[in-house]
């Protein structure tokens, strides 16, 4: 997730940065892609040759029927 990325990568900006981190991880530990995902906003695959595809999340109210 996005933490997790930025605890790897450093701080995020915006979109651009997070691409431009994602691509200079690819190309040091030699991986195709990642999948950044970041809780209401989505999530994020990106690809080594810098093509980006960006997934909306949908929020759903969820009702706990355990009654802890």
């Known amino acids: 997730n996005l933490s997790e ?10 979109k651009k940065d997070l691409i431009d981190k994602s691509l200079d991880i690819m190309r040091k530990v030699s991986i195709k892609s990642i ?9 994020i695959l990106i690809l ?18 355990t009654g802890a």
């Open 48 to 65: 080594d040759n810098g093509k980006n595809y960006y997934f909306r999340s949908k929020a759903i109210e969820v009702n706990d029927v």
């Open 35 to 43: 999948l950044v995902t970041m809780s209401e906003k989505g999530m």
């Open 5 to 14: 990325f930025e605890r790897v990568a450093g701080k995020v900006k915006n």
